[in-house]
Nanobody, 121 residues
C-alpha cells in the first residue's frame, strides 16, 4: 500500500504563499502505482466536506477547482515520488487541512495525516 506524507503547511497572512509537498513511499508495486496514477490535492475545512482542489495526471495534465484557479499550481516529480502544490495569493477561505491522494480516491489508498494551512486576514 502507498504511504503518503504531506508537509509544508503553516500560518501565513492573506496574500502570502506556501508550497506543500506530498511524498509517497512503499513497495516497488506501490511506487509504480503512484507513478502511473493521477494524483490530487484535497482539502477539508472545519465543518465542511473534503474537496479536490487540484489534480495532475501521470503525463502532467492539470486541472483545478474554480476557487483556486490562477493561484495554485500542482506539479509532480516521479523521480522523487513527490507531488507539490504551490499556493499563491492565499485567502482566509483557503484555511483547511490539505491532503494528497489518488484521483479518483480508492479504498486501497489510505489517507495521510494531512498538513494544516491557516491563512490570517
Amino acid at each position: 500500500q502507498v504511504q503518503l506524507v504531506e508537509s509544508g503547511g503553516g500560518l501565513v497572512q492573506a496574500g502570502g504563499s506556501l508550497r506543500l509537498s506530498c511524498a509517497a513511499s512503499g513497495s516497488i508495486f506501490s511506487i509504480s502505482a503512484f507513478r502511473i496514477n493521477a494524483m490530487g490535492w484535497y482539502r477539508q475545512a472545519p465543518g465542511k466536506q473534503r474537496e479536490l482542489v487540484a489534480s495532475i495526471t501521470s503525463g502532467g495534465s492539470t486541472n483545478y477547482a474554480d476557487s483556486v484557479k490562477g493561484r495554485f499550481t500542482i506539479s509532480r516529480d516521479n523521480a522523487k515520488n513527490t507531488v507539490y502544490l504551490q499556493m499563491n495569493s492565499l485567502k482566509p477561505e483557503d484555511t483547511a487541512v490539505y491532503f494528497c491522494n489518488k484521483v479518483p480516491v480508492s479504498q486501497t489508498w489510505s489517507w495521510g495525516q494531512g498538513t494544516q494551512v491557516t491563512v490570517s486576514s
